[in-house]
């Protein structure tokens, strides 16, 4: 791994038929042990229920309020600041429950492709 700096740009957001929007912030093979994306998701909205194999994700509240579902455990509402620790092949939504965008990282470890997401729906 070498030393850099990447710079954030918020226009290269797209939406993941997920359910969400997505800024990938760091995402390569120069770095393949962790991948972090912005994700935002509109009020209202809930993304589906999915999975991803081999792959550990974690989400960093940080803007918004939303209501969180991972596995067995009953629903939690998460704030900024909160971090949900989401296990590999473990099912999993988000939905926004407040006016605002809920705005979070995702960082996966090892990095996330689009082959490790599995939808349920």
């Known amino acids: 791994m070498l030393a850099e700096v990447k710079k954030c740009d918020l226009t290269k957001e797209y939406y993941f038929d997920e359910g969400c ?9 120069s770095d393949e042990q962790l991948s972090i ?36 455990l009953a629903e939690r509402v998460v704030t900024a600041g909160d971090v949900v620790i989401i296990p590999s092949e473990t099912r ?10 809920l705005i979070f990282l995702a960082l996966c470890t090892p990095c996330f492709t689009t082959d490790a997401y599995v939808s349920m729906e």
């Open 21 to 29: 929007f997505i800024t990938e912030l760091s995402n390569s093979i």
């Open 92 to 101: 999993q939504r988000i939905s926004n429950s407040g006016k605002d965008d």
């Open 37 to 72: 994306a912005r994700a935002r998701v509109e009020p209202g909205k809930t993304t589906k229920w999915h999975y991803l194999k081999n792959t550990t994700e974690r989400y960093v509240i940080l803007e918004g309020e939303g209501i969180v579902e991972i596995g067995e």
